[in-house]
Protein backbone atom coordinates (compact mmCIF):
# COMPACT_ATOMS: atom_id res chain seq x y z
CA UNK A 1 0.00 0.00 0.00
CA UNK A 2 1.65 3.07 -1.46
CA UNK A 3 -0.20 5.77 0.38
CA UNK A 4 0.83 9.48 -0.43
CA UNK A 5 4.61 9.10 -2.18
CA UNK A 6 6.55 12.20 -2.27
CA UNK A 7 9.66 12.49 -4.79
CA UNK A 8 12.20 13.40 -4.22
CA UNK A 9 12.96 13.05 -0.11
CA UNK A 10 16.24 15.39 -0.63
CA UNK A 11 17.06 18.46 -2.82
CA UNK A 12 19.74 20.74 -2.86
CA UNK A 13 18.96 24.13 -4.33
CA UNK A 14 21.42 27.13 -4.57
CA UNK A 15 19.34 30.47 -4.93
CA UNK A 16 17.67 31.25 -7.98
CA UNK A 17 17.32 28.24 -8.84
CA UNK A 18 13.72 26.05 -9.58
CA UNK A 19 12.61 23.09 -9.15
CA UNK A 20 9.02 20.52 -8.75
CA UNK A 21 8.56 18.50 -5.89
CA UNK A 22 5.47 15.99 -7.10
CA UNK A 23 3.02 14.20 -4.74
CA UNK A 24 1.36 11.06 -5.71
CA UNK A 25 -1.65 9.09 -4.30
CA UNK A 26 -3.27 6.02 -5.01
CA UNK A 27 -6.55 6.23 -2.58
CA UNK A 28 -8.24 8.15 -5.33
CA UNK A 29 -8.67 10.84 -2.70
CA UNK A 30 -10.56 14.38 -4.23
CA UNK A 31 -8.37 17.08 -1.57
CA UNK A 32 -5.00 17.46 -1.28
CA UNK A 33 -2.59 19.80 0.26
CA UNK A 34 1.01 20.92 0.78
CA UNK A 35 2.27 21.78 3.99
CA UNK A 36 5.83 23.09 5.09
CA UNK A 37 7.26 22.46 8.29
CA UNK A 38 9.47 24.79 10.35
CA UNK A 39 10.94 24.61 13.64
CA UNK A 40 8.37 25.96 16.17
CA UNK A 41 5.91 27.02 13.62
CA UNK A 42 4.20 23.43 13.13
CA UNK A 43 2.75 22.84 9.71
CA UNK A 44 1.83 25.67 7.73
CA UNK A 45 -0.47 25.36 4.40
CA UNK A 46 1.09 26.63 1.36
CA UNK A 47 -1.99 25.52 -1.51
CA UNK A 48 -4.65 23.40 -1.48
CA UNK A 49 -6.99 21.43 -4.13
CA UNK A 50 -10.41 19.75 -3.63
CA UNK A 51 -10.06 18.39 -7.38
CA UNK A 52 -8.73 17.75 -10.47
CA UNK A 53 -7.99 20.92 -11.92
CA UNK A 54 -8.23 22.75 -9.43
CA UNK A 55 -5.90 24.71 -6.75
CA UNK A 56 -6.55 27.36 -4.23
CA UNK A 57 -3.88 29.86 -1.83
CA UNK A 58 -2.98 28.31 1.61
CA UNK A 59 -1.77 30.12 4.71
CA UNK A 60 1.53 31.37 2.96
CA UNK A 61 1.34 30.86 -0.94
CA UNK A 62 4.21 33.64 -1.97
CA UNK A 63 7.16 32.32 -3.68
CA UNK A 64 4.87 28.55 -4.65
CA UNK A 65 2.89 27.31 -7.60
CA UNK A 66 0.68 23.99 -8.05
CA UNK A 67 -0.67 22.20 -9.91
CA UNK A 68 -3.24 19.37 -10.49
CA UNK A 69 -3.52 17.92 -13.62
CA UNK A 70 -4.27 14.75 -12.56
CA UNK A 71 -6.43 13.50 -9.35
CA UNK A 72 -3.43 11.45 -8.21
CA UNK A 73 -0.88 13.63 -8.66
CA UNK A 74 0.00 17.44 -6.72
CA UNK A 75 2.84 19.17 -7.56
CA UNK A 76 4.67 22.19 -6.21
CA UNK A 77 6.72 24.52 -7.64
CA UNK A 78 9.65 26.66 -6.66
CA UNK A 79 9.92 29.03 -9.44
CA UNK A 80 13.50 31.30 -8.34
CA UNK A 81 14.05 29.46 -4.80
CA UNK A 82 15.07 31.43 -1.66
CA UNK A 83 17.01 30.65 1.58
CA UNK A 84 13.48 30.92 3.40
CA UNK A 85 12.27 27.94 1.46
CA UNK A 86 14.63 25.82 3.44
CA UNK A 87 11.97 23.36 4.80
CA UNK A 88 10.30 19.94 5.15
CA UNK A 89 7.99 19.67 2.91
CA UNK A 90 4.82 17.58 3.68
CA UNK A 91 2.22 16.59 0.76
CA UNK A 92 -1.74 15.10 2.44
CA UNK A 93 -4.15 14.09 0.92
CA UNK A 94 -8.03 13.48 2.35
CA UNK A 95 -11.79 12.03 1.11
CA UNK A 96 -13.81 14.03 3.70
CA UNK A 97 -14.50 17.83 2.82
CA UNK A 98 -15.73 18.21 6.37
CA UNK A 99 -12.60 17.33 8.44
CA UNK A 100 -11.43 14.28 8.70
CA UNK A 101 -8.26 12.41 8.36
CA UNK A 102 -5.30 13.44 6.47
CA UNK A 103 -2.63 10.82 4.93
CA UNK A 104 0.63 12.52 5.01
CA UNK A 105 4.12 11.64 3.05
CA UNK A 106 7.34 10.92 4.47
CA UNK A 107 8.19 14.42 3.69
CA UNK A 108 10.77 16.33 1.36
CA UNK A 109 13.92 17.90 2.73
CA UNK A 110 14.65 21.22 0.79
CA UNK A 111 17.91 23.45 1.25
CA UNK A 112 18.56 26.45 -0.40
CA UNK A 113 21.78 27.90 -0.01
CA UNK B 1 -8.57 33.50 12.00
CA UNK B 2 -8.17 29.71 13.73
CA UNK B 3 -5.56 29.13 15.47
CA UNK B 4 -3.77 26.29 18.07
CA UNK B 5 -1.27 27.03 20.65
CA UNK B 6 0.29 23.80 22.54
CA UNK B 7 2.21 23.84 25.30
CA UNK B 8 6.07 24.66 24.64
CA UNK B 9 8.06 21.46 24.60
CA UNK B 10 10.43 19.53 24.61
CA UNK B 11 8.53 17.18 27.23
CA UNK B 12 11.30 14.39 28.55
CA UNK B 13 9.78 11.68 31.02
CA UNK B 14 10.39 8.22 32.00
CA UNK B 15 8.99 5.41 31.17
CA UNK B 16 5.84 4.64 32.86
CA UNK B 17 5.57 7.90 33.68
CA UNK B 18 2.09 10.02 33.21
CA UNK B 19 1.92 12.40 29.90
CA UNK B 20 -0.22 15.58 29.28
CA UNK B 21 0.68 17.83 26.19
CA UNK B 22 -1.98 21.01 26.67
CA UNK B 23 -3.50 22.37 23.61
CA UNK B 24 -6.30 25.16 22.98
CA UNK B 25 -7.55 26.21 20.31
CA UNK B 26 -9.71 29.72 18.44
CA UNK B 27 -11.94 28.75 15.94
CA UNK B 28 -15.29 30.64 15.32
CA UNK B 29 -17.75 27.94 15.23
CA UNK B 30 -17.71 23.97 15.93
CA UNK B 31 -14.51 22.58 14.89
CA UNK B 32 -13.30 18.74 14.87
CA UNK B 33 -10.00 18.61 17.11
CA UNK B 34 -7.36 16.56 16.31
CA UNK B 35 -3.71 14.94 17.51
CA UNK B 36 -1.31 13.54 15.13
CA UNK B 37 1.81 12.22 15.68
CA UNK B 38 5.25 12.22 13.73
CA UNK B 39 7.75 10.22 14.28
CA UNK B 40 11.56 10.35 13.71
CA UNK B 41 11.72 10.35 9.59
CA UNK B 42 8.21 9.37 8.89
CA UNK B 43 5.23 11.95 8.05
CA UNK B 44 2.22 12.61 10.09
CA UNK B 45 -0.49 10.20 11.43
CA UNK B 46 -3.69 10.54 13.16
CA UNK B 47 -3.30 9.50 16.72
CA UNK B 48 -6.71 10.39 17.66
CA UNK B 49 -9.92 13.03 17.29
CA UNK B 50 -13.05 14.39 18.05
CA UNK B 51 -15.97 16.29 16.10
CA UNK B 52 -17.73 17.71 18.56
CA UNK B 53 -17.93 18.92 22.45
CA UNK B 54 -17.33 16.38 24.78
CA UNK B 55 -16.43 13.77 22.62
CA UNK B 56 -13.34 11.65 23.69
CA UNK B 57 -10.98 10.55 21.42
CA UNK B 58 -8.78 7.44 22.18
CA UNK B 59 -5.97 5.20 20.83
CA UNK B 60 -2.87 3.74 21.46
CA UNK B 61 -3.69 4.52 25.45
CA UNK B 62 -4.02 8.42 24.63
CA UNK B 63 -6.93 9.97 25.08
CA UNK B 64 -8.26 13.83 24.70
CA UNK B 65 -11.39 15.40 25.68
CA UNK B 66 -13.12 17.86 23.52
CA UNK B 67 -13.59 20.63 26.08
CA UNK B 68 -15.86 23.59 24.66
CA UNK B 69 -16.45 25.57 27.67
CA UNK B 70 -12.38 25.71 27.98
CA UNK B 71 -11.31 25.64 24.13
CA UNK B 72 -9.08 22.96 24.73
CA UNK B 73 -8.46 18.96 23.74
CA UNK B 74 -5.13 18.41 26.34
CA UNK B 75 -3.67 14.74 25.39
CA UNK B 76 -2.82 12.46 28.31
CA UNK B 77 -1.40 8.91 28.73
CA UNK B 78 -1.51 6.99 31.76
CA UNK B 79 2.03 5.32 31.20
CA UNK B 80 4.15 5.99 28.26
CA UNK B 81 6.68 3.94 26.64
CA UNK B 82 9.93 4.72 24.68
CA UNK B 83 8.43 3.58 22.14
CA UNK B 84 6.11 6.74 22.34
CA UNK B 85 9.14 9.51 22.00
CA UNK B 86 7.77 11.43 18.62
CA UNK B 87 6.61 15.02 17.98
CA UNK B 88 3.23 15.99 18.82
CA UNK B 89 0.87 17.97 16.56
CA UNK B 90 -2.99 19.40 17.75
CA UNK B 91 -4.80 20.52 15.15
CA UNK B 92 -8.51 21.74 14.23
CA UNK B 93 -10.59 21.95 11.34
CA UNK B 94 -12.67 24.64 11.02
CA UNK B 95 -16.38 24.52 10.03
CA UNK B 96 -17.21 28.35 9.98
CA UNK B 97 -19.08 29.88 6.55
CA UNK B 98 -18.99 26.24 5.38
CA UNK B 99 -16.66 23.54 4.06
CA UNK B 100 -13.62 23.60 5.51
CA UNK B 101 -12.48 20.95 2.51
CA UNK B 102 -10.23 19.00 4.71
CA UNK B 103 -7.50 22.36 5.25
CA UNK B 104 -6.26 22.06 9.00
CA UNK B 105 -4.43 24.74 11.18
CA UNK B 106 -1.62 22.89 13.21
CA UNK B 107 -0.14 24.15 16.84
CA UNK B 108 3.84 24.36 16.57
CA UNK B 109 3.97 20.46 17.85
CA UNK B 110 5.43 19.57 21.36
CA UNK B 111 8.70 17.14 20.85
CA UNK B 112 8.53 13.96 23.62
CA UNK B 113 11.48 12.10 24.54
CA UNK B 114 10.67 8.89 26.82
CA UNK B 115 13.66 7.80 28.86
CA UNK B 116 14.24 3.71 30.28
Known amino acids: NAGVTQTPKFRVLKTGQSMTLLCAQD?????MYWYRQDPGMGLRLIHY???????AKGEVPDGYNVSRLKKQNFLLGLESAAPSQTSVYFC????????????FGEGSRLTVL | GDSVTQMEGPVTLSEEAFLTINCTYT??????LFWYVQYPGEGLQLLLK?????DKGSNKGFEATYRKETTSFHLEKGSVQVSDSAVYFC???????????????FGQGTILTVHP
Open chain 1, 92 to 103: ASSMDRAGGELF
Open chain 1, 27 to 31: MNHEY
Open chain 1, 49 to 55: SVGEGTT
Open chain 2, 27 to 32: ATGYPS
Open chain 2, 50 to 54: ATKAD
Open chain 2, 91 to 105: ALSGHAGGTSYGKLT
